[in-house]
């Protein structure tokens, strides 16, 4: 079975973001990156699925140089290559123009699965997994915390509101990550070392016959969020003290009475 994961580098979840000078991104000069969670779990799925089915993983990214890191991580963990679209074009792309363009690579390979993270850390659209299964005219199951694959289909459980729902389809066919369907392993010494060997495949737009698709959505402007202010803790010699005091504060500091 081939199966593709759809991979993006993002700022650790860790690290203390700051707005660049621009107002409109955010500064990454001592930025620590890292694979986006939900990404992990999709590798990790991909490396089970292939334990049992046998196959190949592909690792696809869109990014700058050093998004081959997060490539290189992933095939520490297992994977066996990875293609990496490295273009200053796709700088300013949304998560639509980012999906045609992992779409326009994955139509040039084989493929039976495609799995991706359910959304990116980092920009939180949910956008790009259904969209490059949109583009590619293939089905489409979201929130998957389990999945069965027999007989040229897949059956998913995903989660919705207050519950869960089985979904079947046929393959090829796209699913996205929920938390719950697998814990990520660690890339181990040796996995490591062979990782330094598998190949990661560099391409541009040229490369793949396109431009950079133009952007429907720009960001306009980034704000860090209001500093909340210190609670304030009611001091008084009896209960009934507190509620006077407390209804005085609502009245005449916060005039929400």
């Known amino acids: 079975m081939d199966i593709i994961v759809l991979l993006k580098q993002v700022p650790s979840t ?3 973001l700051q707005i660049a000078g621009d107002g409109r991104s955010v500064k990454t000069d001592d930025i620590n990156w890292v694979i986006s969670p939900y990404d992990e779990f999709a590798v ?3 490396l089970r699925i292939r334990e049992k089915q046998g196959g190949t993983v592909t690792l696809v990214s869109v990014g700058a140089a050093k998004a081959s890191e997060a490539i290189r991580t992933a095939l520490a963990m297992g994977a066996d290559k990875g293609i990496l679209v490295n273009d200053p074009a796709t700088a300013s792309c ?71 729902a089985m979904i079947q389809s046929p393959l090829p066919a796209l699913f996205t990550t929920q938390r ?10 040796p996995g490591v070392m062979k990782a330094k060997k598998k190949p990661i495949e560099t391409r541009t737009l040229a490369d793949l016959g396109m431009e950079a698709p133009a952007p429907l959505l720009r960001v306009v402007a980034m704000k860090l969020p209001e500093m909340r202010k210190a609670a304030k803790i ?17 009245h005449e500091e916060a005039k929400v009475i």
Request: aromatic share 4%; hydrophobic share 50%; with cysteine.
């Open 180 to 189: 719950g369907l697998n814990e990520p392993r660690y890339a181990s010494l």
């Open 234 to 250: 009611i001091d008084a010699a009896t209960p009934q003290a507190k509620a006077a005091e407390l209804v005085r504060i609502l």
């Open 44 to 46: 990790e799925e991909a």
């Open 14 to 16: 860790e690290s203390i």
């Open 94 to 164: 949304d998560g639509l123009g980012i999906a045609r363009i992992l779409a326009t690579v994955i139509r040039a390979l084989p493929y039976d699965l495609i799995i991706a993270g359910q959304r990116a850390v980092d920009d939180e659209n949910f956008l790009v997994g259904a969209a490059v299964a949109e583009f590619l005219d293939i089905p489409f199951v979201s929130l998957v915390i389990q999945q069965e694959i027999a007989d040229g289909s897949i059956q998913c459980q995903r989660t919705i509101e207050g519950g869960t």
